[in-house]
């Protein structure tokens, strides 16, 4: 079994952002040397997410605000979490429902994605330093 | 290690559906040979999801009612990816929700589920052509 | 390829709960052996939840109310699962929007988080006996 571990480093210049790292990922794959196996990409912070969805700029503007309305920034004081000096409770829920992680199949050393397949970083309390994990195991 | 890698091809009648795959993916387990590790099943595409859940009629109607109210479908001018040419934003957010991906674990060369657990195929923008993918690995 | 299935069991004693299982899930890696690899760990039951995100009662708190707010318990009658004798259609949308699974890697041997990632178990039907799945798979 091989398998390979790397760290992307994102430090977004707004609060909300979403990146496509598709190309970093599948550069990952290809210096793996794996064929046949599974690409694991998971935020390591709790505030932010790994999705795969389409790289439309109006679509991503649709979930920004899709989010914000299920889960808003405003106020405040409306989240327990936020007693704690915190104010960035409504990014754990947004995160949620993003979700954490995507596991992607490689098949024939390729990631194997679907026809508009592409996978996004979203961040949801930005503003520093913060990583998502790539691991890959396979043969 | 072993591996497999099969596509599951969906052509619904309506826009949206929910269609039980676990007997599918049993038999994709089964001939992969794999007796301990995973199977990822995951849509190809974004405006569909795979998860697991109950095979009860009344709860897909949950699901769907439930979808439509907190993504609905119309009307379609509030979404900004629509002016693309598309009328399918509300189903990029309702796969969102329901999830791309399940991971199951292969114990003893079955699935490892518990008493109630089915893999379905969610489509949330059908009457096309459209795929999952199953991939197996393990020993 | 070394692997390891253990069961993790629950009994809450209200109807939601979330249990923090990262030092169970730590213990199981250790046993496995397992030094590179990937640790999947999901509920077996449809209506509870696996999600990794921060030990803080009052995001706890916060994560409960939202997903009141977003599937409501009652009234009970508005979902047709529970004219099946059910009462829990909505433990099961609550666990859609926690996410089933966590798939996480490991890397030297320990689960790779980053600064605040912990596992949790979400329950949304308890009171009674349920379990989790941990798999993990590597070398």
Same mark, same amino acid.
């Given at each position: 079994?091989?398998?390979?571990?790397?760290?992307?480093?994102?430090?977004?210049?707004?609060?909300?952002?979403?990146?496509?790292?598709?190309?970093?990922?599948?550069?990952?794959?290809?210096?793996? &040397?794996?064929?046949? &196996?599974?690409?694991?990409?998971?935020?390591?912070?709790?505030?932010?997410?790994?999705?795969?969805?389409?790289?439309?700029?109006?679509?991503?503007?649709?979930?920004?605000?899709?989010?914000?309305?299920?889960?808003?920034?405003?106020?405040?004081?409306?989240?327990?979490?936020?007693?704690?000096?915190?104010?960035?409770?409504?990014?754990?829920?947004?995160?949620?429902?993003?979700?954490?992680?995507?596991?992607?199949?490689?098949?024939? &050393?390729?990631?194997?994605? &679907?026809?508009?397949?592409?996978?996004?970083?979203?961040?949801?309390?930005?503003?520093?330093?913060?990583?998502?994990?790539?691991?890959?195991?396979?043969?």
């Amino acid at each position: 079994m091989k398998s390979l571990t790397e760290y992307l480093v994102f430090h977004t210049k707004t609060r909300r952002d979403y990146i496509n790292i598709t190309e970093q990922v599948e550069k990952l794959v290809k210096k793996s &040397g794996v064929k046949e &196996g599974l690409c694991l990409v998971n935020a390591m912070h709790i505030t932010a997410s790994v999705f795969i969805n389409d790289d439309e700029r109006g679509l991503h503007n649709d979930f920004d605000k899709w989010l914000e309305k299920i889960a808003p920034f405003e106020p405040i004081s409306q989240y327990q979490h936020n007693r704690t000096g915190e104010d960035n409770a409504d990014a754990h829920l947004k995160r949620t429902i993003m979700g954490r992680e995507v596991v992607v199949a490689i098949t024939g &050393g390729k990631l194997d994605f &679907g026809p508009w397949e592409q996978i996004f970083y979203g961040e949801f309390d930005g503003r520093r330093r913060k990583r998502a994990l790539v691991k890959i195991i396979g043969e």
